[in-house]
């Protein structure tokens, strides 16, 4: 899709960061993504301009919020109107709650391996790239990269299902420390905790598109 298309000009490319961001990243990643979030600055992307989409463009600006899986989007669509941007986020975590087993299983296996093959293929989603780009897990020594590998290998062949993590709330050693961590998780623990991190992901999706709607408007 054209930068042209969509409603407000959501689709065009975020502006470069400022200089101020990447240096705070370097020292507090975690924190910064959160601030403003918590601060409601999110929430610039006025909830009328969401519920005034056609189903096409609500799953063309949501459809990646949950990795590779448009059709939460597609269902999410017909719970509209939202009276505000933050109860469609709680639509997406109160959908991926309501799952079975199977169902949470396989919106875990929607997703990439961390510094893997795709990564490699450069087959990922924009927003995969860009977060295992944040995470420094695009500029892996080839010691980090191999050690990465063996662990996702073994983090599937144990659960059946790959290991997810919210890459930009974390770096290169903390997502080795997690999985040599994770991986030793009762089965049912770990589906759990897999599904919160993709409920992570999704809140920082949610709030790059509420933050590129917002600086597009104000153009
Ligand atoms: N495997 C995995 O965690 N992948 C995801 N994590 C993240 O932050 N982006 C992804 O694609």
Redesign the pocket.
């Known amino acids: 899709m054209s930068s042209e298309q969509g409603p407000g000009g959501l689709f065009e490319k975020p502006a470069a960061e400022p200089l101020c961001y990447s240096v705070l990243r370097t020292h507090c990643q975690q924190y910064l993504l959160i601030v403003p979030y918590l601060l409601g600055t999110v929430c610039s992307m006025d909830v009328q301009t969401v519920n005034s989409m056609t189903c096409e463009e609500f799953v063309c600006v949501f459809g990646n919020v949950v ?1 590779r899986c448009p059709l939460i989007a597609a269902a999410l669509w017909s719970r509209r109107p939202f009276s505000s941007t933050l109860e469609l986020e709680n639509g997406f975590n109160e959908f991926i709650d309501s799952l079975s087993i199977e169902g949470k299983e396989g919106i875990l296996r929607c ?4 510094a893997g093959r795709e990564l490699l293929a450069g087959t ?2 924009v ?2 790239r860009g ?2 780009g944040q ?1 420094g897990l695009t500029s892996l020594s080839s010691a980090d990269a191999l050690r990465m590998n063996q662990l996702n290998s073994q983090y599937k062949k144990q659960f059946g299902f ?7 709330m974390s770096d290169k050693d903390r997502i080795i420390q997690q999985l040599e961590s994770r991986v030793r998780n009762q089965q049912l623990q770990e589906l759990h905790c897999g599904i919160e ?1 993709v409920k992570s ?1 999704c809140r920082l999706r949610l709030q790059d598109i509420y933050n590129r709607a917002a600086k597009s408007t104000k153009l």
């Open positions: 990795e997703h990439p391996d961390l990922l989603t927003e995969s977060e295992q995470a790959p290991f997810v993590i919210c890459a930009r991190e992901i």
